[in-house]
Structure formats: C-alpha cells, structure tokens
C-alpha cells in the first residue's frame, strides 16, 4: 500500500505545515486502510507465526551453526598454527630471528585488514554467501597447505601475507550473514556459540600439534611443523567445498524452507529492526552504505572497542610460549593451553545464553574486564606454577568480551544491509590492526614474566572499557529519541520524516504506519 494521493508529498510539508500534524493525521490512516489490527499484523508475529517461527530457528540452527562453527574452527587453527609451529622448529629450520618470526606473526594482519571493507561490500552484492564464502575457504586452505613447502624467512612472510588476504572475507561475512538470520535478541547466545570455535582451535589445535609432534617427526622427510600444515590445511579445502555446496544464502533462497517460513523469516527480521532488511531499490549503493557507516559514531567506538580487545587477546599468538615458561616440555606445553581454551568455551555458553535472557550487553561486556587485569598482573609478578596457570585462565576471559561484542555490533548497526556490512567490515579490521603492533611487545621475556605485554594488554583492556561506556551513553541516548518517536504529540523533525518515508517506501505502506512499526524497537545496551 502506499501514501495516498490525495495528501501532497512529504517534500512539500514544509513552512506552514507542521510535520507532525502529518504525521498523526489519523484521516490519513484511514484513507489508507490501515487499521490497528493491520498495524499489530505490521509491529509482531501471530500466535500460529510464534509457532513456526520456533520451527524455521530450529533449522537454522541445525544447518547453519555448525557449518560456521566449523569454519571458524579451521580459520584460527590456520591462522595460529603458526605459533605451534615454533615450537616444533619452524623458527630454527627458516633460521629465523625472534624479530623475523615476529614480523612474520604480523604481517597475516596487514592483508587481513586490508582486505575488510571491500570484502564486505562485494559479499553484499554478490548476494551469494555459500559461494563467495566457500571459495575464500578454500583459498586459504590451499595457502596453508603449500605453506609446508616454505624455505626462508621471505618465503614465510610471503605465504603470511596472502593467508591474511583469502582469510578476510570470512569473519566479517559470517558476523554480517548470522545478522540476516537472527534477531537481536538471539545474536548473543550464536555468537557466542560461534566464537567457541575459535576457542575450539585454541584447545585442539595445540593438541593436534602435540600428536604430530610424536607421531609425525621425520615421516616422509618432513619435519613436524609441515606435517600441521598439510594435514590442517587439506582439511580446510574439504571443509570450504562443503560451504559452497551446503550453506544457504538467504531466508528467501532456502529450498529447505517452505513459503510460509521464507515469510516469516524475513518478517521476523524486519520487525526486530523496526524497518525493512532490504538496501534501497533491492540494493543500495554501497558508496552510500559506507557513507553511513562512516558517519555514524557508534561505529568508531565499536572499532576502538575491538582493537582493544583483540589487543589484549594478542597472547593467543604466543600461549605456547607462555605455558612454556612453566617447565615443562614441548609436548606438555601445547598440551597445557588446552585447558583454558574448554574452560572459556564452556563459560561463553552460559555467558551467552544469559545476556541473550536478560537483554544485556553492557554489564555481560564488562564484567571481564577486572578478570582480565587480575590475570595479567598475576602472569607478571608469580613464579610458581599454581597462580601463573591459574593467571591464564583468567586471562582468557577476554574471549568473553569478544562473543559479547560480535553481537553488541549486529545490535547496535541493524539496517539497513549495505551500511551493516561496511560497518561490520570497518569494525573487523580497525580491531584485528592491533594483531600488526601486538606481536613486538613479546619481544622481551622478562625471564618468562612479558611485563612489557602484560602492561600493555592492561592498557587495552582500559581502553575497551572506556568504549563501552561510551557507547552505553550513546544507545541510551537514541533510546530515548525512539521514545520520543512514539510520543504522538511530539513534534517530528524534517530528519525524523525523511527516515520515516524511506522505511514507508521499502515496506510499501503508508508513513503513519511506519511510524506505528517502529513503536517499541529500542537497542541492547
């Protein structure tokens, strides 16, 4: 339906006319034929939709959780294998110094970064996860198998360089495609559920190169370290072929759904933003969309906020190290990191599930952060093995902080498309620019203490806990401008009408009745 046309255009309610008396017109509703039950059918589901709608997540569920979760999985034990592989002699046989292999450790980053916002906004268009996603898995696998054949230091920047390149399109993507499926208030606990892959590779990617270590030294002539890459790397290839083939793209696009589900799916997230989840025209202009990310200031503090929190997880790069400096052997060190990786995985469950419960993300984002402090403080200034283990469990609450922010990000950016996937894009790599400078603070050991990065990671933890209070105030802010939207005697801005008449336009009805659909939508804080 649209606006009628016996009403002049919005452009023209200027002067005299003021725009809320446009806006409460209630001859307007009328001539529109839009009444309140058409109104209720607009801002929430029906108790036959409830039902199905429980039916439609449990599929989503089924099929897409696990395919990303697997994929994530393999993503960080291509990207961290790096690590047990010095252990296993990589560093000695490329005859490597601490300064190489740190240069080598970053330099994945450079290209990751690079490769964000443009990744993202050709993933939108595309308009082909399974496909785009799919290849890049693949592309990545094959670089970290023929990362086995590396000679030299050069040779192993070099393969670095181009893993950061094929990886980037993936966990921007993923946040970006999870926020087509699911509403704000089921993000927390998938993201959660997502994360713990990463969390997954932590533990058994470090038991993977214990085995391969024992088992592997010498087979076939190559060392241990070339045997991690092959064996992860071939893995990937068979995981990103199952993506391109399995994976559905959209809602819309299912075949496993049937038409009832298709509508509900995209209703459900229509209603959750309050708007449509479609770009202008079918598809906004992706200049357009990153002008809006770009000028929206929650997508700066979401940025600052994940550059400190992927700084202070930079440890993750040298955990084996870390455990090494308890006592013990190769085998039992990359067996030690195992165990705080199971733990958090665990937690982020229950951590997850209860923010998505109680509808919170400050609070559930925060409460880390002194763990985290406590953690590396104990890391620092203990020698004996029970408080500097202990110190590592606490320090892997970070990872808390992260499945909270992938879904305070989606919650905070909710419409439309083109401006989420820039913003998600932006996000990602402003955040993951700390993994190009964090490496070098592992430089001195300190007789196994890392002081310098201990420190370090405290002022960066600081730093994201600064940003989410910022952000807190921001969202309560626009909180309190979408009540005044549903204040009827408010009188609406030239800026409140303008975005009124664009949701009208995508959702086909009339201004009034976009104004009733965004009646009750207010952000996760």
Known sequence: MTVSNEHPPIETLKGDVLYNEFINDHDLVRDNHV?????????????????????LVRKIDTLIMPLVITVYLMNYIDRNNYAAAKLQGLKEDLKMTDAQYQTGLSILFVGYVLMQVPSNSLLNYSGRPSWYIGFFV?????????TSQVKNYGDIVACRFILGLVEAPFFA???????????????????SIFYSGSLLSGAFGNLIAAGILNGLNGVRGYAPWQWLYI????????????????????PHTWKLLTPEEKHIANRRMAIDAAD?????????????GMKMAFTDPAVYLLAIMYHGITGAAGFQNFFPSLTQTLGYS???????????????????????????????????????????????????????????????????????MNGTIYSWIANSIPRPPAKRAAALAFVNSVGNAASI?????????DHGHYREAMGINIGLVGVACLGGIALRILLQYRNRQLARMENEDTELTPRD???????????????????????????II
Request: proline share 4%; charged share 15%; glycine share 6%.
């Open 35 to 55: 009444n309140k039950e058409e109104i209720m059918h607009l801002t929430q589901l029906s108790e036959h939709e409830l039902l199905l709608q429980k039916k």
């Open 138 to 146: 693949i592309a990545w696998g094959l670089v970290s198998a023929l």
């Open 173 to 191: 993507g993923v946040l970006f495609y999870l926020s087509k499926w699911y509403t704000k208030s089921e993000l927390n606990l998938r993201m």
């Open 231 to 250: 064996i992860e790397g071939t893995i990937t290839i068979a995981v990103g072929i199952v993506i391109t083939f399995v994976l559905p793209d959209f």
């Open 276 to 288: 449509a989840d479609i770009d202008a025209a079918g598809k906004m202009s992706h200049l357009r």
């Open 330 to 400: 190769k085998t039992v060190s990359l067996l030690l990191v195992a165990p705080p990786y199971i733990f958090m995985m665990l937690w982020s469950m229950g951590h997850g599930m209860l923010s998505d419960k109680m509808g919170n993300r400050f609070w559930f984002y925060m409460y880390p952060v002194p763990l985290v402090i406590i953690g590396a403080l104990l890391f620092m200034f203990t020698n004996s093995f029970g408080p500097r283990y202990f110190s590592m469990f606490l320090l892997v609450f970070i990872f808390a």
């Open 437 to 445: 400078w964090t490496p070098f603070t592992y430089g001195k050991t």
């Open 497 to 523: 009408i303008e975005k009124l008449r664009r949701t009208a336009e995508l959702e086909g009805i009339d201004v009034s009745a976009a104004r009733m659909l965004q009646k009750g939508y207010r952000y």
